[in-house]
């Protein structure tokens, strides 16, 4: 059984959660509902939750901020949330999960499902990435966490050479010879290391742009990245590549 609390500054977004909650996912009992953070602050040490719905957008103290208020975190957090595209980049970039509102019962069951078995294992460092994300945007944060199938893998950056596309799946490939893969879409990653220097030359792959060691021309021409792989280049996307690599 999982216990659970709300924490939104909306009456009426709490009460349709609380219902969905109540209706469609049994193994959820919920234990309080705080319109603020400083109220749900209080609300998680006496009554240790082990999971955190937190809408991001609240008055006074946001969801970010209430977390940074915690000596300690020992509970699953789903943020929910309108429509804001850098929070949820940086939400998608610690591998956190969210719901947009208003909530639909599908994906509220998928987010609550993943929280049953997702270990917590590495959530301080999933809430470390995700701060340093939001509150440093214009530094490159350079530890991304991973989905794997076994759980989460941290990863610095630099150390992906390139990413290849595997249906619903990524094939990252690592400095070192190492290779993982990840759960998330070749679209996903790439959202992800957008603000790197990485680059989709392919509709299967994406480079890092620092391990190129050559460029051989072609109709498309192929790549020579720094592990000895060869990676194509699409005709569409030769001339991208070129701009960046005179650049």
């Known amino acids: 059984m999982i216990t659970a609390i709300i924490v939104d500054d909306e009456p009426y977004s709490c009460e349709s959660l609380a219902t969905l909650i109540e209706r469609y996912c049994s193994d959820v009992k919920l234990l309080d509902i705080c319109y603020s953070g400083a109220d749900a602050l209080k609300a998680i040490k006496e009554q240790a939750p082990t ?24 509970f699953s957090v789903i943020f929910t949330t309108s429509y804001d595209q850098y929070a949820i980049k940086a939400i998608k970039f610690s591998a956190l999960d969210y719901l947009l509102k208003p909530v639909d019962r599908e994906d509220l069951q998928a987010a609550v499902q993943k929280a049953m078995q997702s270990s917590k294992q590495f959530l301080p460092q ?12 214009i530094i490159a944060v ?8 076994e759980g989460l893998q941290m990863l610095f950056v630099e150390n992906i050479i ?18 993982i893969i990840a759960s998330r879409t070749l679209k996903e990653i ?17 480079i890092n742009l620092n391990e190129i060691e050559k460029y051989i021309k072609g109709d498309g021409g192929y790549l020579i990245m720094s592990d000895g792989s060869n990676i194509d280049v699409s005709r569409s996307r030769k001339e991208m590549l070129m701009k960046k690599l005179q650049h």
């Open 142 to 149: 350079n530890k991304i966490a991973i989905p794997t199938m």
């Open 190 to 206: 790439e959202e992800m290391l957008e603000d790197y220097s990485f680059l989709r030359v392919h509709h299967s792959y994406l």
């Open 51 to 74: 999971l955190l719905f937190l809408d991001i957008e609240m008055p006074g103290m946001n969801g970010f901020e209430m977390l940074q208020q915690l000596p300690s975190i020992n």
């Open 162 to 179: 390139s990413c290849s596309s595997d249906s619903n799946y990524t094939t990252l490939f690592l400095k070192n010879k190492q290779k």
């Open 126 to 137: 999933q809430i470390e990435i995700l701060l340093q994300k939001l509150n440093h945007p």
